[in-house]
């Protein structure tokens, strides 16, 4: 179970600077007139938060993780939720970065 836990923080560590640029990007582009989108996952999603920018969903998903560890228990519909949240999340940030970067 701590190797698992392990694993789970260091892809939200990994995640935590690429969402932190990914939002200072959007910061910019809105502050320019652009970026006007109200979510990044609009609804129906897997994360319950919607929000314009990544950091809120992030800390959905680092809650989850932390909420398993205090409870030193999970089931196995909380971890896939947790999983597909960090797949989505390292997918769409690479995605972003590719088109930023163009």
């Given at each position: 179970?701590?190797?698992?836990?392990?694993?789970?923080?260091?892809?939200?560590?990994?995640?935590?600077?690429?969402?932190?640029?990914?939002?200072?990007?959007?910061?910019?582009?809105?502050?320019?007139?652009?970026a006007?989108?109200?979510?990044?996952?609009?609804?129906?999603?897997?994360?319950?938060?919607?929000?314009?920018?990544?950091?809120?969903y992030?800390?959905?998903?680092?809650?989850?993780?932390?909420?398993?560890?205090?409870?030193?228990?999970?089931?196995?519909?909380?971890?896939?939720?947790?999983?597909?949240?960090?797949?989505?999340?390292?997918?769409?940030?690479?995605?972003?970065?590719?088109?930023?970067?163009?």
């Amino acid at each position: 179970m701590e190797q698992l836990l392990n694993q789970l923080d260091l892809n939200l560590k990994e995640l935590y600077r690429k969402a932190l640029d990914a939002d200072a990007i959007l910061d910019e582009l809105q502050n320019k007139g652009q970026a006007r989108h109200q979510a990044i996952f609009p609804a129906p999603s897997i994360f319950r938060v919607s929000s314009p920018r990544f950091m809120p969903y992030l800390s959905e998903t680092a809650e989850q993780v932390s909420a398993i560890r205090q409870t030193q228990q999970f089931n196995t519909a909380t971890l896939e939720l947790v999983v597909k949240q960090l797949q989505l999340l390292h997918k769409t940030l690479t995605e972003f970065r590719a088109v930023v970067a163009k």
